[in-house]
């Protein structure tokens, strides 16, 4: 039974991306009164970048042509950590959020110097920008996993869904704290509005799309891929968080589609209603996201030690 | 008396027009400047034995436009006006560009739209001077002149210190035509196409000044419905950029739903233009003598129903953007140009109306049927992106009463276009219009035979594109596209 839900994971991971994608995109064109791609529009978007041949600029070195196989990688071997479906992941050890962190840490160091290698002044802002804001998510990510952890009485992620609803009125107000933290990731790491702007064309205002402007081809059909899957990947931990433990591996595995089907379409209704904020003020939105997690912190130290009850 | 006192449409003789020599022209125009007059036309004409140059200052309190001119043919260089009147350093570049004349004391004599000085090839962009900024932090982001998407080519270098953006220096002229030179060389029957072709986004605006300019040559007074439909024409390409315009503002804020809402609506004032002329951007309805289509009563019902579902629409859009907290905090206080600069450096149209400078040529200098149906200046303080916007929204809804005004109340007099006869010789027409992006003006200087031997055409970017400049200083650097799109200048109606 173990090796089929992994069997199901893996799949999911590759698969999901995809339609994370074209789900949102579809919520989008549907909000704003247009017919929209179909959903697996992405499919075919990168089918067609990988059978298209590289444009590589004569400035860039070697790190140029690795880095997308490299950031790509990274995001796969950090899927492989989280619990998808069944609450299960394909790999899993102590502390293993900690790996997951820095390989996604990793991916982005990686693209970060590939933007910076073709010398493009667009280029070096975009990376500018991706490390700053990149720098300050980290904290506020260790300290919600951590905390969740330490409530769960775990220290690897599938340590951390270990904890069922109605344990206590307490943690279900702590967990949906956690999940609008894990929420906010899911926008930073996939580069989503109010954050960035996926679509639009003014290299001047972009972040993620700025980086990969000399990408193309198949180097650009991994990183936008990766960065699909990322959502996926971050999105599974809130699905878990969410999703009760003890179910039939059907209904789980239901429940963790539909979670991340209503993911991509908050992230579409988001973006169809909602300006991107000023790029001074994205540093304040990441601060939410870390001083919700020091109130998950806190509360969840004062509950163990006893001061809450 | 130093100035020829005239009218907008009015036509002036050439020996009217007092000539002083340049040191009192340079006086005059400083002491008329320094009394609230702003130039609109500084110019130089070539074609016979003794250059001339000719200055036109708009009295807007007045509506009146004075007139002077200076005999520029031994003239090598003068003492620039740009250090007293700043808003002429555009005019003075353009005039140092086409005769060589050197303004000496003018703080930034850079090409226009060349790439090399024409009467100094040793002078090129390439040993140009640049302006530079040294330190640690400092870079320079060039952009362009390609930009991503389909719009037309300029080049921008921003210095920068880390995101804030301490200087930008444009760098147009890629889209250099020599318009006004054909003008000149074109049959009389074809000018009217290049008219049209000054500025892809003006058609009618651009269009309607040069007939008018070809009308008050010839003394024609258009008929009063022919006249009205022009009216109309303008105000539905008003409204219709103006949208167009909300709409892109809002893709830059990545507020979707704005985007895509304003752009449908834009389209349906386009088609409305497209349901009286057979063109979307309406182009040949304005002709000289009149228009070439008429508004007959089931096509006037038709632009009713539109405009009506162009109004609600833009108003429950309207509404809901200004009222969103995430958009205005993308709006408020970002690319602001005060009330003294914008007057300073001449700014026009509804960029100068949302930093509080009431400039408006319908009501200053009306023309056509403004004569008879006055609009009321739109004005706000705060010279942001927001204001910028905001004018803009406010315009489009007083177009299309404007325009419901004129359908109810269309003239019903005749010919609708009429031959417009004979041109008067040696004459100086100027010709104003207030386009959806502000000022335009034309003019035209006939020779003994009543041709037009030097045509000059002023499109509103002329004036505005440094606005744009000083609008992005001190702001974040991702704040450009947002501030480059709430003024939506155009590269061809700069480089002509």
């Known amino acids: ?309 | 008396m130093n100035w020829a006192v005239t009218k907008n449409n009015r036509v002036l003789p050439l020996k009217n027009i007092p000539v002083l020599d340049m040191v009192q022209l340079r006086d005059g125009i400083i002491g008329k400047c320094s009394r609230g007059m702003r130039p609109i036309l500084f110019f130089a004409d070539r074609r016979e034995k003794s250059p001339m140059l000719y200055a036109a200052l708009a009295d807007d309190d007045n509506s009146r436009i004075l007139v002077s001119s200076a005999d520029i043919s031994t003239i090598k260089k003068y003492n620039a006006i740009t250090p007293a009147v700043p808003s002429f350093h555009l005019f003075e570049r353009e005039l140092h560009e086409e005769t060589g004349i050197v303004p000496e004391g003018h703080p930034w004599l850079k090409q226009v739209r060349y790439s090399w000085n024409r009467f100094n090839r040793a002078e090129t962009m390439e040993n140009y001077p640049f302006y530079t900024m040294e330190g640690e932090e400092m870079h320079e982001v060039a952009v362009g002149p390609i930009h991503a998407g389909v719009i037309e080519p300029g080049h921008f270098r921003f210095m920068c210190q880390g995101e804030d953006v301490y200087h930008l220096e444009i760098q147009l002229g890629y889209q250099h035509r020599g318009m006004e030179d054909l003008f000149v060389k074109w049959k009389k029957k074809s000018a009217i196409h290049l008219a049209e072709s000054i500025a892809g986004d003006t058609v009618i605006g651009h269009a309607s000044a040069y007939a008018a300019a070809v009308e008050t040559l010839c003394g024609t007074e258009i008929s009063r419905r022919a006249q009205s439909i022009r009216a109309i024409a303008l105000e539905l390409e008003r409204l219709a950029i103006h949208i167009g315009d909300m709409g892109a503002i809002a893709n830059d804020v990545a507020y979707l739903i704005g985007n895509a809402v304003f752009g449908a609506t834009r389209t349906i004032a386009i088609n409305t233009l497209l349901a009286i002329c057979g063109s979307r951007f309406g182009r040949s309805l304005v002709r000289e003598g009149g228009v070439l289509y008429d508004i007959s009563a089931p096509l006037a019902r038709e632009i009713k129903t539109n405009l009506k579902k162009i109004h609600d629409d833009v108003t429950l859009m309207g509404e809901t953007m200004f009222n969103s907290a995430g958009v205005l905090s993308r709006l408020d206080h970002t690319g602001t140009v005060d009330t003294d600069t914008a007057k300073s450096i001449g700014l026009v149209g509804p960029a100068a109306r949302a930093s509080g400078v009431p400039l408006d040529v319908r009501t200053d200098h009306p023309f056509g049927i403004y004569r008879y149906f006055p609009v009321h200046k739109l004005v706000l303080y705060s010279g942001d992106v927001f204001a910028r916007t905001y004018v803009r929204y406010m315009e489009v809804k007083q177009s299309i009463d404007f325009i419901f005004e004129q359908i109810d109340n269309l003239p019903a007099d005749k010919p609708l276009i009429m031959e417009t006869g004979r041109q008067q010789p040696a004459c100086l027409s100027i010709s104003m219009t207030e386009g959806w992006r502000g000022e335009i003006v034309h003019a035209a200087v006939t020779g003994r035979s009543g041709k037009i031997e030097r045509y000059k055409v002023k499109d509103p970017s002329f004036n505005n594109w440094y606005g744009l400049a000083l609008a992005v200083r001190d702001n974040g650097i991702s704040d450009f596209p947002l501030c480059n799109k709430s003024f939506n200048l155009s590269y061809s109606g700069h480089d002509l």
């Open chain 1, 1 to 309: 039974m173990i090796m089929i839900v992994k069997a199901v994971n893996l799949a999911l991971l590759f698969l999901l991306p995809f339609f994370f994608a074209g789900l949102i995109n579809r919520v989008k064109s549907r909000l704003s009164g247009r017919m929209g791609p179909p959903i697996l529009q992405p499919v075919k978007d990168f089918v067609k970048l990988m059978k298209k041949s590289e444009v590589i600029s004569v400035s860039t070195s070697l790190v140029f042509i690795i880095a997308p196989s490299i950031t790509l990688g990274s995001v796969i071997v950090a899927g492989l950590l989280v619990p998808m479906s069944g609450g299960s992941s394909i790999l899993s050890f102590d502390a293993d959020f900690i790996l997951f962190a820095y390989l996604l840490g990793l991916g982005k160091f990686f693209s970060i110097i590939s933007a910076m290698d073709t010398g493009s002044s667009f280029e070096g802002m975009g990376a500018s920008r991706e490390g700053t804001f990149a720098g300050l998510v980290e904290p506020p990510f260790f300290i919600t996993i951590a905390s969740l952890g330490l409530l769960g009485g775990g220290i690897s992620f599938s340590g951390l869904m270990k904890i069922p609803f109605g344990t206590g009125d307490l943690t279900g107000l702590v967990f949906l704290m956690g999940v609008v933290a894990l929420f906010i990731m899911v926008i930073v790491e996939g580069c989503r509005v109010p954050v960035d702007d996926p679509n639009t064309h003014l290299e001047l205002t972009m972040i993620h799309e700025v980086m990969i402007l000399d990408n193309s081809g198949p180097g650009l059909g991994y990183l936008t891929y990766s960065s699909w899957m990322k959502m996926v990947v971050m999105g599974s931990i809130i699905a878990n968080l969410i999703i009760p433990e003890e179910l039939y591996y059907a209904w789980s595995l239901l429940l963790f589609l539909a979670v991340i089907a209503l993911l991509a379409m908050v992230i579409g209704i988001i973006e169809t209603v909602m300006a991107r904020l000023r790029m001074t003020h994205i540093p304040q939105f990441l601060f939410f996201m870390t001083s919700i997690s020091i109130v998950v912190l806190s509360t969840i130290v004062l509950f163990i030690s006893g001061g809450l009850k």
